[in-house]
């Protein structure tokens, strides 16, 4: 049987492609990186926030570089002073119209920023504002990753950056189409479980946290219309964990860098109180071709496709399509 | 009638020995800038991470010190290269005795970081861990802001900073009590419309997000055994608001530093989608003797005034005794 909303060499392509967009990306960073810099400022809010969240996990991980996730919108009301000359702010934008980075822009040019737009409508206001665009669809997460690497690479902190991309470039767009493949059943048979939850929990850390937030919020939230609450590990075990029983729906997304073990303490807390939970954990999915030492930059990818599959099958029980929204750029607020 | 769990003298008497100890938080502070130092680090899980994130929107909004807010857990796993010699570590334990802390303070000190702690029982091995001590019992937000504060007095960043200080030491700790008496009514007709809430939605900004991070998670989740999501300000408009309608119960917290505007926005949109929200505005409560400008410094502990009076109501109305945990610190985790 055909899996539901899954176009394999699409798929394929569309990763490829995001990674070849590494020529260009490390044109610019190596630019930078000449010229000089003071510090490096993931920009964004929604979606991008939680991808700017996961860059600077990512960054934490390895690099003394100050680096740091800024929401556009409370940038643009508390200001930031770390913000001026030397700042190098990257964001994303799908439409280019997001109102709150394009102002967030502005402000951080006018205080001497230079900013790399991953914008993927080139001809849009953002997309010429921005000081290095790339316009490239989807992949919002390795665009990123691929700045962070290099950024950490030029910094004389990751040695192995060379035969990591070599790997992905050989190897991650068919390994993450056949994690979509073997995750289809789980997919499935999760949404047949959960589709009339009346509020899922998800628990994530690390490089996961920005998935597992906006998974909760983007995805269930927003286009299934589904309630949740998305919590880090560690912080459930500071309060939320009380409201935990038997039935509670509770989704812990397990990865595979160093905040693994605070998920793996929820994983292995958890059947004592609740009957009702589920494990998604990265390390499950082969990953072909994959070096185990680069595993981690890359679960979160994993865990979005596994998430792919379980969103495909909850729009089928839903009977709810994914893209309407109620008020979401329908109204004005 | 007698307001419930409301000692006038008690809560008078405890603000205004927070406040005292300026003294001993200058001496060390000002003899850490004559030292010198790299960068601030406030550090926390659960109720203290909260009051770190409040610590560090407060110094974003008015300082070019770098400064964040890092979570215990997190720091043992991804750990922090920016932490190191020169780095000041602030932190805070009411037991002395939340693991995460004791061992993150630790590999800290390892780094060349030095810790200044408001533990409150001296005698805990946390307590003689640190580099700086200061045991004085509840008013975290308070003891944190007076830190922060001196560290941008000390920076040239606050020039109102002593004249500030003059009003809260005369005005402070009896503004905020006539706050819980005008809460009051308040407070018992929230908590008999809302007791028995299914989910109860918070959203805050600035430095009421820790707050209201913190009152969602520790407070009705935590002692209440009340489900609640939390949310920013700007987020709310980012996904989670599709899953409003007309009777889902929705808090808004507004205070008064520079996020007021986002947490604003959403007020002025709510009516249109809902009709069982509330609005907590802390501009709706006098501080009797305390300057305009200096309102929003502390607008964050009004909210927590209002608060007191919902949970004293919520205890009677949902008959459930505050002190009892399920799981927290009575299962091993």
Request: net charge negative; with cysteine; charged share 25%.
């Amino acid at each position: 049987m055909e899996m539901l909303k899954f176009n394999e060499q699409a798929q394929i392509d569309s990763v490829n492609g995001a990674l070849a967009l590494r020529g260009k990306i490390n044109e610019i960073v190596d630019g930078i990186c000449k010229e000089g810099y003071t510090n490096v400022c993931w920009l964004g809010i929604g979606g991008t926030w939680a991808s700017s969240m996961q860059a600077t996990v990512h960054m934490k991980e390895m690099s003394a570089i100050e680096t740091w996730a800024e929401n556009a919108a409370e940038y643009l009301t508390t200001g930031n002073k770390r913000i001026g000359k030397g700042t190098i702010v990257i964001t994303s934008s799908v439409t280019g119209s997001t109102i709150e980075v394009v102002q967030a822009v502005k402000k951080a040019q006018d205080a001497g920023a230079k900013v790399l737009g991953f914008i993927d409508i080139d001809t849009t206001e953002l997309a010429k504002m921005v000081d290095y665009e790339i316009a490239y669809s989807a992949n919002e997460q390795l665009k990123f990753f691929m700045v962070a690497d290099r950024f950490m690479f030029n910094n004389g902190e990751f040695a192995d950056y060379e035969r990591m991309y070599e790997e992905f470039e050989k190897y991650l767009a068919v390994a993450l189409v056949e994690v979509e493949k073997k995750a289809d059943d789980f997919g499935k048979e999760f949404a047949k479980k959960h589709w009339n939850d009346e509020l899922h929990y998800f628990v994530g850390a690390g490089n996961q946290w920005g998935a597992t937030y906006s998974y909760a919020m983007c995805y269930w939230e927003e286009q299934l219309w589904i309630k949740t609450k998305s919590i880090t590990a560690p912080e459930f075990f500071h309060g939320m964990f009380e409201i935990v029983t038997r039935d509670t729906p509770v989704t812990i997304f397990v990865g595979e860098d160093a905040q693994r073990s605070l998920s793996e303490r929820v994983v292995n807390f958890i059947p004592r109180i609740c009957k009702n939970y589920t494990v998604i954990d990265t390390k499950d999915y082969e990953l072909k071709g994959i070096s185990p030492e680069f595993r981690s930059h890359i679960s979160h990818l994993v865990m979005h496709a596994v998430n792919n599959r379980i969103d495909a099958h909850m729009e089928e029980e839903t009977c709810h399509p994914m893209e309407i929204r109620r008020y979401y750029r329908k109204l004005n607020y």
